[in-house]
């Protein structure tokens, strides 16, 4: 799911990964974000008063599996 703008506010969880499954490279991330500068913390989305940003459900989200949003700063496919 590509997310761009918006609110994500006063949420237990802001995001949930639903079992995304594992890739060659690790977990894959199935939530990604769209950037509005070079850094990985310019999320053009307005999350604030989460418990937590993102979490995860089922076995590929173990260890440190589905903590974290991807994120994509074009309007092509993110890789």
């Known amino acids: 799911m590509r997310i761009a703008w918006g609110n994500a506010i006063g949420n237990t969880n802001a995001f949930v990964m639903n079992n ?3 890739g060659t490279g690790g977990n894959k991330v199935t939530i990604l974000e769209f950037l509005t500068s070079n850094t990985d913390a310019a999320y053009s989305t307005n999350m604030t008063g989460n418990t937590n940003l993102i979490s995860g459900t089922g076995s590929s989200c173990s260890g440190s599996n589905c903590q974290s949003l991807g994120y ?4 092509t496919n993110p890789k």
């Open 20 to 22: 995304p499954g594992t």
């Open 72 to 75: 994509y700063s074009s309007y």
